[in-house]
């Protein structure tokens, strides 16, 4: 009985050594490959995110900010001049350059969002234009 036991735990050892070679030998089986590509969705989000980051770096403006009604307001400080529509029709060309969609852009004045005549909860608007025809006002 003895004997019987220790073969088979000899053949035991045996393979499961064999199996060890074996495994060390053939190649890693291939991993999962994670989804990369993004949906249209996505690649239309983040080229929106890109252009609002590019438009926050210029000089001038102090926020910018793009709704999910598709307007983008640009915070900027006032200066000599309160008209800003010519800045406005500019993010505008931008946006249709870049092919980003956006209805309209208000160009708004940095730290009035608590002023009476502001609009929505934005700011006093010192500019705006329509990004589809260009048409200037509010």
């Not at 708004?108 to 329509?130: F, H, K, M, P, S």
Request: proline letters at 2%; hydrophobic letters at 40%.
């Amino acid at each position: 009985m003895m004997r019987k036991l220790l073969k088979w735990g000899v053949i035991g050892l045996i393979c499961l050594g064999l199996v060890k070679i074996i495994g060390a030998v053939l190649p890693d089986p291939p991993k999962e490959q994670a989804n990369t590509t993004l949906s249209a969705k996505d690649t239309t989000m983040l080229k929106r995110v890109a252009f609002v980051s590019q438009i926050k770096k210029e000089k001038k403006v102090k926020e910018a900010l793009l709704t999910d009604a598709n307007v983008l307001y640009v915070s900027v400080e006032k200066d000599k001049s309160d008209n800003r529509h010519g800045y406005a029709m500019y993010i505008c060309q931008e946006a249709n350059l870049a092919k980003i969609k956006i209805d309209r852009v208000k160009v708004v004045e940095y730290g009035t969002t608590n002023a009476a005549d502001r609009d929505n909860a934005y700011g006093r608007i010192l500019g705006a234009c329509w990004c589809e025809t260009y048409k200037i006002g509010y």
